[in-house]
Structure formats: C-alpha cells, structure tokens
C-alpha cells in the first residue's frame, strides 16, 4: 500500500519541503505517480499513444508534478505529559480568586463594598459553625423540592396531554403559550394576596417558574419524535399506552432533560427572588437581614451557596442524562 | 391461513369476503394500528394477501387506481417499477399502515415488515427492539434464536446506533421474523447496504424465506435482487399491476442462468431500461 506506506514516512521523517530528498522521497512520490495517470487518462490516450500504461511520473508534457504536502500524525511528535484537565479548567477561576484576594488586602476593595475571600471563609466557617447557614440552607432546600416537584408534575402531564392528543393541543397549548409571555416574578403581588406571605405563595412561585419549561420542552420533544419509528412500532403490534412508554415518551427524554435543567436555573431564580421580598427564614431571609448591618460577607457567602446549589442541581441533572442517554451517539464536541 | 378482511367499516358485516371492488368513500380511516378501524372478516382462503380494484389517492391524484394482486401462501412477489409508482405505498397499503383507501384487501393477520431504514429504537437494547411487542411465554427465548438465526447472537445486547448498517438490517429481519409472520413485507430491504452486504443479506432472505415459508412482498428497484429471490417478478405503472413474469429458474439461482438473463433484460426494458441484449 503505497498510500499508507507514504505517510508512515511522513510521521517519522522531520517536514520535508516538497521537493522530496533522494532516499526517503524515493518512495514518497510513488503515491502520486500512481494517481497521476488515472487523472489525467484522457489526455494520454489522445496525445502520447507512444506512451504504454505504467510511464513514469513526469515524461508527458502535460503532466503536473503534484505538491507533496507531508502529513503528520495527530500530537504524533510532540508528546508532552499534559496538563490535566481539571487543573487547566480550574486556572481562570483561581486567578480570579488570587485578583479579589489581592484587591481586599491591598484596600483597593473597601470591606464594605465587599469582604475578603479570607473572610468570607471564616464567615462561613462561623455560620455553619452556630447552623443559621444550615437552617436557612435547609428551608429554601425544601422550598425549591416542592416548587420542582409541583411545576415539574404540572408542567408534564399538560406536556404530555397536548402532545399525545390533538384536542389536548387545542385546549391547552394556547393558554400555555399565552401565559408564558407573562413575568411570572410580576405575580407576586397577586400570589400574596392570594396565599399569604408564608411557604405556600413562595412554593407556587417556584412551580410557576418550573412548569413552563418543562412544558415547552417536553412538549416539542414529543412532537418531535421521529414519525417513522412511531409507524414501525405500530405495525408490531403495540397497544396505544405501549406506544407511549416505548417509543415516545423515550424519545421525548432528551428534550425533556434540557426543560428539566432550564428549569433548574429559573427554580433557584425564583427562589432568590421570594425569599427576598418577604420572608422570615431562608437564605434570602440571611441576606436580607445581613443587609441591614452592612455584612457584606454574609451575603456573600449566602450568594455563594445559591451558586454552589445552582451548579451542584445542574451537575445531577447531567449525571441523570449520561445514566438515561447512554444509548446517544450524539456529536460530543472536538 | 387466518385470513381478515381489511375494509372500510361502512361495508356489510356478513362475513363474506367481499372482494368485487365496491369502491367507497373512506372517511377518516387514518389509524395505523392493525388493530382498529378496520372492519374485521375472518376467513379461510386460499389467498394470502387478495386485493381487489384498490385505489389510493394523494390530493386527488390516483397513486393505485383499480390494482388487483393475489398473492399464494409462501409465495415470494418482487414488486418492481420506477420510483414513484406507487409500490412502496401498495406496500403500505398490506402492511395496514395506510388504510385512506378505497377497494377491498385482504391480508394474513400475522404480518410484519421490514423497512428500508432498520427503524430501530435507539434507546432500547438489540434483543429489547426485536421483543418489542411480542406477546406469549418465552418472549426473550424467542427473541434469542431470531437473533441467532439473522447472525446477531454476538449483539444481542448492543445499542442499536453502535450497529453496522447490515447488523442494523438484520435486527430489523430478526423483529419482522420472531412474529412468525404468514406475510413478510419488505420496502427495499436491501437498498441502503453496500454492494457486499447486499449480497449476504439477499443470501439470508432466501435462506430464512426457504425455512419459514411466509408469503413475501418484496418491494425493490433492482432486477437481479428480483430475479435472486422471487417467484413472479411484478411490474407496476400507472397505479396497477401491468406486468406479471414468472420466475422458473432452478433456486439457487446463478445470475449467468441464460433463463435468468433473458428475464433481466425483459424485465429492465419494461422498466424502461433497455439492454444491448433486449435489443
């Protein structure tokens, strides 16, 4: 195989200009010799009829000397030890840390715009330490599992009702589209008057924030499950419920995945946002009341546990993707 | 054979097979399930699939205007004709996932296809795609030796996208056979494969063919698949049947058979292909 004996030359061999050096070119430029002539067939036969089939690369005038371009083997020569890269990963991040501590010790960060890292740490320390953090972690916690659960249950079932049927679609779908253009965080108001300033007006906005996502999602990914596999299933002989449970709600999964982790982010959004406007205990409830002493480091170790929760709800929602996804050969990235 | 009439409803319940084309207006017979909306007439026959005076329309355009076919039990059909010409909706038609049509059909009631595409469930493992569906004790036993028999015994748990294209056609052969079909029809088994692969999975339809004896339509667009498996090559044009050509030729057939030569280059003239032999 000249083809693959060429660039095995090429990986070991040092860039060689195209002019091929006499020892290792020698066979470097079988390859081209042996695509040459099928290219440029017409013109042989018609012009150098003297010519038989094997000449050799470069005797007819018409015949181009191709430009050898050496390949290389992928990361073939330089094989250094890399970095890992979760360190890579977490270099713009430490810089970032090393910049805000340096800012606070030197001044140029007043401690009442916001505290140390150093601080913050042993603010933190200290809260876990009398359990206010623990508490007011433990009460937004449950806030956001009941909203999840209601918007997500509601948010589902009318998915599934108006992109299973289509009288479903009519009755529902409009109504869904109509009220998810409205801010659902300019509901407040009316949520209190409705149900108070306890748990219930904060978990409804939560579920309000959860269930249109899930709808959308999960609605279009019904929609969008492939009709041909539908119709194979039905000649098989599957009943309408098995149909559902094999092959489209299955197929519906990823959309519905992606609703479930948009989701997520609007859950802790709400959450922030409710606790904020009238509560007595929570997170937000700690910053609120951090605020009115200036204690910049609560809040900012308060808004550090949102993130902290924010990215540790999304890290599950991955976990749960790779474990019901694995059947994906999807493109992963380069 | 349990044979059952497939028909629009607002024909009468007599039991009578009714096979003299009474052409009606169809409603919204639009469900694909082979059980429903369909009126249901069991009979004996000695047809496996008759069809008489069928007529589907796409927007008012006849696809299949007044087609006739009956098909022997065991009988292997190629079904043959230029892109278009309505042979893969006449398929669908016996499949029972196109019922928006008008004429009288009657097919086996255990029937299975296979199509171009393997339309495997990506999300369920090889052995869990050909158990799909299936019914009665044992289902996985079942499933096993179809996947033994196509040659898959080794993916039986596999993801079906980490397939090959001809392992992912087998499987498909694999969910069509485990039903233990009395009508096998098949929409261009073997048009996606590469040429070798064609060649093995043509190999593995006349063997399975030859073991389990259904009646078979096979759907394709190429002669010599025809002339490898079938018993009667059809030709269709012009929505109905307009060539029926008798295959004799000893099985296994060898495509220098000089019968099997005379019949290609018959066959590619009436498709409109003429050879230097036919010619």
Known sequence: ?334 | MATRLLRPVTGSADGEPRLSGDLQPTGDLQLTGPERAVAVTEHESSAAVEVRGLRREFGGRAVIDGLDLTVAPGEFVALLGRSGCGKSTLLRVLAGIDLDVAGAVSVPRRRAVAFQEPRLLPWKRVWRNVALGLRGEDARGRVLAALDEVGLDHRVDAWPLTLSGGEAQRAALARALVREPDLLLLDEPCASLDALTRLRMQALIADLWERHAPAVVLVTHDVDEALALADRALVMSDGVISEDVAIHAARPRRPADPEILALRAHLLELLGVPTPAAS
Not at chain 1, 169 to 181: I, S
């Open chain 1, 1 to 334: 195989m000249p083809a693959s004996e060429s660039t095995a030359l090429a990986v070991t061999e040092p860039p060689s200009s195209p002019p091929a050096p006499p020892a290792a070119g020698a066979e470097a430029t079988v390859a081209p010799r042996t695509v040459a002539p099928r290219t440029s067939a017409p013109a042989v036969a018609v012009g150098a009829a003297d010519a038989p089939s094997g000449a050799p690369a470069g005797a007819g005038p018409s015949r181009r000397r191709p430009e050898i371009e050496t390949l290389r083997a992928a990361g073939g020569g330089r094989r250094r030890r890399p970095v890992p890269r979760w360190l890579r990963r977490a270099s713009g991040p430490v810089l970032l840390l090393a910049l805000w501590q340096l800012g606070s010790s030197t001044g140029f960060i007043s401690a009442q715009t916001l505290t140390s890292p150093a601080t913050v740490v042993t603010t933190a320390w200290d809260m876990i330490k009398d359990g206010s953090l623990v508490d007011g972690l433990l009460v937004s916690l449950r806030r956001v599992a009941y909203g999840l659960l209601f918007g997500g249950i509601a948010g589902l079932v009318l998915a599934v009702i108006s992109g299973l049927f289509r009288a479903g679609e009519d009755l529902v779908d409009a109504p869904m589209q109509m009220l998810r253009t409205l801010p659902f965080l300019g509901l407040i108001p009316l949520l209190i008057i409705w149900f108070g300033i306890g748990e219930t007006s904060k978990i409804v906005l939560v579920s309000l924030g959860v269930a249109f996502p899930i709808y959308l999602n999960t609605y279009a990914a019904i929609r969008d499950v492939d009709g041909r596999l539908v119709e194979a299933a039905g000649t098989l002989g599957l009943r309408r419920l098995e149909l559902v449970r094999h092959v489209i709600l299955p197929g519906a999964l990823p959309g519905m995945l992606v609703g479930l982790r948009y989701s997520l982010g609007v859950a802790w959004l709400a959450l922030v946002i409710a606790e904020q406007v009238n509560a007595d205990k929570g997170l937000g409830y700690l910053m609120m009341n951090a605020r009115e002493f200036l204690q910049t480091d609560v809040i900012t170790v308060c808004l550090i546990v949102y993130s902290l929760l924010g990215l540790a709800t999304d890290m599950l929602v991955r976990l749960l993707e790779k474990g019901a996804l694995s059947w994906r050969r999807g493109f992963s990235g380069q």
